[in-house]
């Protein structure tokens, strides 16, 4: 799988969009962009995946690049409980892959 | 989407004695299971792939004798720790994939082993 690229950590004033960045210049041409999260003492939890145009769904909205080097996870109106670990993988669609996790950006939302 | 469970939710056990940790998926069959260890502050590492009715298959390092996966039924993996120590404390997580869910996978929320 190719390898992603995060902050460590970010900040979030509550009710403000989170923007989450992630690089993946050498994604393939048929490789996913995941996101997924883990709050404290949790199982991951899926966020929102994409291939090339952006996407949305309830809990976030996906923006990659044209080129697809980089990708932003927005969660428009940031809450305590967005407080966690966003991991950003790649992965291509197929049986014999899975989700390998980097180190991901911890986010805290800040009252 | 589906949902996986894990059993339990946490555990204490005694350094020498054995665990089993359980993971179910709930709503779908799964084709394959994976486990996943996390230790404090760091991110998961993929431990183990199971597919029903095979053999695990084991990541680099980690040691299938001490580490045993059954995958024996579309919807039930256990992975038991034998002979636990100290240091295999853990936050051990599984996930799911299979049915029509096709190539997503579902994390179970996880088990928290601590071997005094």
């Known amino acids: 799988d190719a390898k992603t690229t995060q902050p460590t950590s970010m900040d979030c004033a509550e009710g403000r969009a989170a923007n989450l960045p992630c690089n993946h210049s050498?994604?393939?041409?048929?490789?996913?962009v995941y996101w997924y999260r883990q709050i404290h003492s949790q199982g991951p939890q899926y966020i929102i995946h994409?291939?090339?145009n952006n996407e949305t769904n309830e809990m976030a909205s996906l923006i990659i690049t044209e080129d697809r080097k980089s990708s932003t996870l927005i969660l428009p109106h940031a809450t305590l409980r967005d407080t966690a670990v966003y991991y950003c993988?790649?992965?291509?669609?197929?049986?014999?892959?899975?989700?390998?996790f980097g180190p991901g950006t911890r986010l805290s939302v800040l009252p | 989407g589906a949902v996986v469970s894990q059993h339990p939710s946490w555990v204490i056990c005694k350094s020498g004695t054995s665990v089993k940790i359980e993971c179910r998926s709930l709503d779908f069959q799964a084709t394959t299971m994976f486990w996943y260890r996390q230790f404090p502050k760091q991110s998961l590492m993929l431990m183990a792939t199971s597919n029903e009715g095979s053999k695990a298959t084991y990541e680099q390092g980690v040691e299938k004798d001490k580490f045993l996966i059954n995958h024996a039924s579309l919807t039930l993996s256990t992975l038991t720790v034998t002979s636990a120590h100290p240091e295999d404390s853990s936050f051990y997580i599984c996930s799911a994939r299979g049915g029509d869910y096709g190539y997503e996978q579902y994390f179970g929320p996880g088990t928290r082993l601590t071997v005094t």
């Open positions: 994409g291939l090339k």
């Open positions: 050498t994604i393939s041409g048929n490789e996913y």
């Open positions: 993988i790649v992965r291509v669609d197929s049986y014999g892959q899975n989700f390998v």
